[in-house]
């Protein structure tokens, strides 16, 4: 059995967007319908499934937030501050959709 990616890096997120330019299938199952799609991205991003509850979003949420806060990478440098700074953003964003749109 393959070891399960993580949605909340960076890489994830490329080889997601890599396979949508090449016209490919994604890798993982984050397509739904036409009007789902962002709602599904978010949901894979806190590594949720359709059907979350508002609690297990906010769980989710804080669970992440707690390993990928930048400040937990300021000693590493700059690169790692950004690289933690553009998937902590990523995290918040989809909470915020998920919460607006629950």
């Not at 399960?4 to 890798?27: C, F, I, M, V």
């Amino acid at each position: 059995m393959p070891k399960p990616s993580d949605p909340s890096s960076a890489a994830w997120w490329q080889a997601q967007e890599d396979a949508e330019r090449a016209g490919g299938k994604r890798t993982e199952s984050t397509t739904g319908t036409a009007g789902d799609g962002r709602r599904t991205k978010a949901l894979a991003t806190l590594g949720l499934e359709e059907g979350a509850t508002f609690e297990e979003i906010k769980a989710a949420y804080r669970r992440l937030a707690s390993v990928h806060h930048p400040d937990r990478f300021a000693a590493l440098g700059k690169e790692a501050t950004a690289t933690a700074t553009a998937t902590f953003q990523r995290i918040q964003s989809a909470y915020d959709y998920l919460t607006a749109n629950a």
